[in-house]
């Protein structure tokens, strides 16, 4: 009985421990996407379907691509500084291209395997909080699933009474006038502090007087 009893204590001093152990470690589908960020069991967000005015058709992009997410940087920052950037973040993976655009530097990030709609939204709303980013916006599927990224870019032409009423909605919006580019053609450049994505800017200066075309840039990414 001296015996059995010290064995019968080890044994279940042995399950009590693995038991413990068990119970503080997270299920590894809860873990992997940086879990203070986009735990799935905290996102509960419907998905948003995204979609334009061009012109008088209505094109729909559909749901956020859940693959890559198009970012800009600070001006100032180095490229080893960008990497340090995009290193705090458990959802990013890497580069998967970058693109010169009239306004600065576009990068198309691409993302961890397995997230849904609702965390690559927190994904874009939790790079907008970061002092280096001046942008995040998101990427689409069309076309056969090309990946199309939103650029911080709308593309506009005035008539001749347009560009008075384009300072204001520029203004109003908060988004950067660029040029003119062309003949009666500007771009606006939105960041992270402005009311609204590209998107959301060309729905609205649609049929406003002096403004005769609007459309958002996409990047064309990998």
């Known amino acids: 009985m001296k015996t059995i009893l010290p064995l ?6 042995v399950f009590g421990l693995a038991g413990c152990k068990q119970d503080n470690v997270s299920p590894i589908r809860n873990v992997r996407f940086d879990p203070k960020l986009l735990n799935p069991l905290k996102i509960a967000d419907p998905c948003i379907n995204y979609s334009y005015s061009a012109g008088a058709e209505l094109r729909n992009l559909g749901t956020i691509n859940t693959s890559q ?5 600070n001006n100032e920052l180095t490229q080893t500084q960008r990497d340090q950037v995009i290193s705090k973040y458990g959802f990013i993976t890497g580069v998967l291209s970058q693109r010169a655009s009239q306004s600065g530097m576009m990068f198309t990030l691409n993302l961890t395997d397995g997230l849904n709609c609702a965390q690559t939204e927190q994904a874009i709303r939790e790079l907008k909080k970061d002092n280096a980013v001046t942008y995040a916006g998101p990427s689409f599927l069309v076309d056969g699933n090309q990946a199309v990224g939103l650029s911080n870019e709308v593309m506009v032409k005035t008539d001749a009474s347009g560009i008075a009423a384009l300072k204001g909605f520029a203004a109003n919006y908060n988004a950067e006038l660029i040029g003119p580019v062309g003949a009666d053609s500007y771009l606006l450049r939105v960041t992270k502090n402005s009311k609204g994505n590209a998107l959301e800017l060309t729905n609205l200066l649609k049929g406003q007087k002096g403004i005769s075309h609007a459309s958002p840039d996409f990047i064309l990414a990998l």
């Open 8 to 13: 019968l204590i080890l044994i279940f001093t």
């Open 69 to 73: 997410i198009i970012v800009a940087f």
